[in-house]
């Protein structure tokens, strides 16, 4: 028999989450923000023998978000409501993290979770996975469940290799397939104070794309705990470290993010790198002037483009230099 929650015991001063922001309106109702994220380094290692690949990379939370809406209901049941109408099915991971939490705890409260996208899809931003996650950790503090952090990355790796660096966000290692995470401090160089994202006009498959990689594409690792080294030590980091494994590929397939490439460098950009599987492209800027100049010259090229910073909800947004 399911187990419906006591609402008496639902308070507005549950201990606040790790990586999402959140307000209230009333007892039923919570608003979350969902942070994207950036990859400064992707080392695949190579394949397992569970199908998935090794991987080490460096993964830090942008300030670009989407904001879900929960709402608490008198029937059971999930349901989920998307600006994008694309997502309004069961794939939808915020909907999905939702039901993993009442099927694993037996809950029939009802919910609905609306979700208002501003994190482009199929991106290489990992918005899906910081849907699910922002959900985990909205329902666990809202609901106050007994779910131990074990419990939390379990859920969370099931729903996807991205979800549990998203449980934590800020800066941290991901290794494993991505589920093993270790946060680093948030420290960030004064090179990257500010990011540019530049979304091409595709999507890409992030399967398709691990599909095509071919054995030379594999690296040791070294370069990302490089990366590691540089930002503990409060170094600037080396370019050629930001590497990503899956870049050749994604270029080499995709004309269109080959293109944004070069049209980010003739913009003005020091460098340009992926983010995951892409096709977001990121560049570094000390700056702000030169951020918007560089902004600016690709906007009037039309592409989809975001001006943004390293974030550390947790530490309430305070970056180090």
Not at 6 to 11: A, G, M, N, V
Not at 44 to 66: F, I, N, P, S
Not at 170 to 178: Q, V, Y
Request: charged share 15%.
């Amino acid at each position: 028999m399911g187990v419906e929650l006591d609402k008496s015991s639902i308070s507005m001063h549950n201990a606040r989450m790790s990586h999402a922001r959140h307000t209230y309106t009333t007892d039923a109702v919570r608003f979350v923000q969902s942070y994207a994220k950036i990859n400064l380094t992707l080392d695949v290692l190579g394949k397992r023998a569970d199908g998935y690949h090794e991987l080490a990379t460096v993964m830090q939370t942008v300030e670009l978000y989407d904001t879900l809406c929960l709402t608490m209901t008198h029937d059971t049941g999930v349901r989920v409501t998307c600006s994008r109408p694309e997502l309004n099915n069961t794939d939808n991971l915020a909907l999905q993290a939702a039901q993993a939490v009442c099927q694993r705890l037996a809950l029939t409260q009802g919910l609905t979770v609306e979700l208002h996208k501003r994190i482009p899809l199929a991106a290489g931003l990992g918005g899906g996975s910081s849907n699910a996650a922002t959900v985990l950790l909205a329902l666990q503090a809202w609901w106050q469940l007994p779910l131990s952090t074990m419990d939390m990355l379990t859920i969370a790796a099931s729903l996807g290799s991205d979800v549990p660096f998203f449980l934590s966000g800020g800066l941290a290692l991901c290794e494993g397939r991505g589920e093993q995470v270790t946060p680093l401090a948030a420290q960030w160089p004064a090179s990257m104070r500010w990011l540019l994202l530049v979304k091409p006009s595709i999507s890409i498959s992030t399967a398709a794309v691990f599909r095509s990689l071919a054995v030379h594409d594999y690296s040791d690792g070294t370069r990302s705990r490089a990366v590691c080294k540089a930002l503990q030590a409060m170094d600037e980091l080396d370019p050629h470290d930001l590497h990503n494994s899956l870049e050749r590929s994604v270029l080499e397939q995709y004309p269109a993010v080959a293109q944004a490439k070069a049209d980010m460098l003739r913009a003005g950009a020091p460098y340009v790198r992926i983010s995951g599987s892409g096709p977001t492209l990121f560049a570094p800027f000390p700056e702000l002037s030169q951020a918007a100049r560089t902004q600016h010259l690709l906007c009037a090229q039309g592409y989809e483009v975001y001006l943004s910073r390293a974030v550390y909800p947790d530490l309430k947004d305070v970056t180090f230099y």
